[in-house]
Every structure is written in structure tokens, then in C-alpha cells.
């Protein structure tokens, strides 16, 4: 039983992480309404620039290990807002109102620069971040076996569930979370009523990509590296997680995103870990498939 408590706790970690790229995800596609494979590429790319930054300021500013983190992690968040900010204007806008499959073409273009950026960054090379925060924190034990988590997962999953907390009720409770309902539920009404709706646009992608951002930093700092292909996996996790979950309701694309985690980390635990990504994905298209035959049955009953 506590075998299982600790998979389970473990999946908790890994799941904050999915649930933060998954509540930015549906946020963006909230008034995108398009695939988006840029999102994983960000989470990836922020993770390296605060590893990068973070080596940098150790080797070359002779920084101590905290302000040197710091360092990383600011830069991480300034780029990450960046290069979702040229998203927004120059590549959502003008594709939005075109074909679908420009916004794939073009999102995956961006991946793969993204991807080559770090990797060149990086020469080719792999950087470590010092194993941080490892002091076990028990919370059952019975013999010589203990369920821990180390103290950086504790404040990784406390962080995440306030972050998500106060982004849910913002949401619900300020001018922007009402402006981003009018324009995902209708754009041309919004703007006839005096919405912004290219404003409301333009910080949905920022928010959104901050989002991915804080998930590659929270990433980085546990697994200490982040490699150049990561963002492509981790987004197409997502894109189906948040298929699943729901594509325009972030709260629940978040929740989405923790039991997904927690079944992956259950996997782990039980199953052949190399099989782990196949199984995962083959079990989110099945669901994907159920709530779309679900969805069908229920409008042709009210038809």
C-alpha cells in the first residue's frame, strides 16, 4: 500500500507540471481556437535559457548558486513572455482567420527554431543544475520503507497549486477573465459590446506562454537539464491532455493535467517504463474518442 502511496505522491510532481502547460494551453486556445504546437516548445526553451543563464552567471559573474537561480529564472520568464509576445503579432494574428493547418505548420516552424536556438545556445551540449532542495520529507513509513518527496517537489506542488488557485479565481473575478470568456464564447460580439479583443488576444498568449514558462523552470530545477527535443514530447502530451479535459475551460484542463501525471507516474511504478509514453498517449486518444462519441450522442439526442 504505501508502494502505491508513493507512486501516487510522485505523480502529484509531475503532474503539477502537466497541469501548469495544460491550464496555459487551453488558455491560449481559449481565443486562438487553433492547434498549437509551440507551447511544449516554450516550456523547453524556458527551461534552457534558466539552465544557460544560470551556468553563466556561476562560471562568468562569479555569482552565488541562489543569485545565479535567480538570474536564470528571471531571464527564463523575460524570454518566455517574449517569444510569446512575436507568437501573438506575428504569427497568431495574422494566420487566425485562415486555414487551421497554417497555424500547425507554422507553430511547428516555431518549434524547431525554438529547439535549434537552445541547442545551439548550448553548442550541442548538456548543462547540469546541481541537485537542489533533496531533504526527504516523510510522510508515512512503515519498517525501512518510507513515503517521501524531497523538499524542491513540496514547494514545486505547493507553488503550482497557488498559482493555479489565484489564476482560476482571477478568472472568474477580474475584468480580464471576463473579457477572455466574451472572446472565447463569441470575438465579434465582444468587440461590438467595446471589448479589446486583439488587446484581450495578445495577453492571453503572454499569460499563456508565462504559464509554460513557469512549468520548464519548475522542470529544470527538479530533473537539472532539460534536453533539446523535450518540448516536442511534453507538447504533444498536452495537446492531448487538454483535448481530453477540455480545450476552452483551463481549470479543468488542469485537473486534466494532475491525474494525467499521477497515471503516468502509476505506470512507472507497476509497468515497463519504456512502454510508459505509448500506453499514455494510446489511453488519451481512447478518451479523446469517447468524449467525442459521447458529444455526438448527446446532440443528436437534443436534435
Known amino acids: 500500500m504505501l508502494y502505491f502511496v508513493q507512486q501516487f505522491l510522485n505523480g502529484l510532481h509531475i503532474g503539477a507540471i502537466y497541469a501548469l502547460l495544460a491550464f496555459g494551453y487551453a488558455l491560449i486556445n481559449g481565443v ?21 543563464t544560470a551556468v553563466f552567471g556561476w562560471q562568468a559573474l562569479w555569482l552565488t548558486l541562489s543569485a545565479t537561480l535567480v538570474l536564470g529564472i ?29 497555424i ?21 551540449r548538456d548543462f547540469w543544475l546541481p541537485p537542489l532542495l533533496q531533504a526527504p520529507v516523510v510522510f508515512a513509513s512503515e519498517g525501512t520503507f518510507q513515503v517521501t518527496l524531497t523538499t524542491l517537489q513540496v514547494a514545486n506542488c505547493m507553488l503550482v497549486a497557488a498559482v493555479l488557485f489565484a489564476s482560476s479565481r ?5 475584468r480580464f477573465g471576463r473579457e477572455w470568456q466574451a472572446v ?9 459590446c467595446g471589448v479589446d479583443t486583439r488587446r484581450v488576444f495578445n495577453r492571453t498568449v503572454v499569460l499563456g506562454g508565462l504559464a509554460a514558462s513557469l512549468a520548464g523552470i519548475l522542470a529544470g530545477l527538479y530533473y537539472g537539464n532539460i534536453s533539446f527535443g523535450t518540448g516536442l514530447v511534453f507538447g504533444l502530451k498536452i495537446l492531448f491532455v487538454t483535448a481530453v479535459g477540455g480545450y476552452l475551460a483551463p481549470s479543468r484542463a488542469a485537473v486534466g493535467g494532475f491525474a494525467f501525471g499521477i497515471a503516468e507516474s502509476l505506470w512507472s511504478g507497476y509497468f515497463p517504463i519504456e512502454w510508459r509514453d505509448g500506453w499514455m498517449l494510446g489511453l488519451l486518444v481512447a478518451l479523446l474518442v469517447l468524449r467525442r462519441e459521447a458529444v455526438d450522442a448527446g446532440e443528436a439526442e437534443r436534435a
Open 104 to 124: 500547425v505548420v507554422a507553430t511547428l516552424g516555431v518549434s524547431l527554431a525554438l529547439m535549434e536556438l537552445g541547442r545551439i545556445a548550448a553548442e550541442t
Open 74 to 102: 528571471g531571464a527564463a520568464l523575460a524570454y518566455g513572455a517574449l517569444v510569446s509576445a512575436i507568437l501573438a503579432r506575428g504569427v497568431f494574428q495574422p494566420l487566425a482567420s485562415r486555414s487551421p493547418n497554417s
Open 184 to 192: 472565447s464564447d463569441d470575438p465579434g460580439a465582444a468587440a461590438f
Open 32 to 52: 486562438l481556437k487553433r492547434t498549437n504546437l509551440a507551447h511544449g516548445a516554450i516550456f523547453a526553451f524556458a527551461g534552457q535559457v534558466m539552465i544557460l
Open 170 to 174: 482571477a478568472m472568474t473575478r477580474t
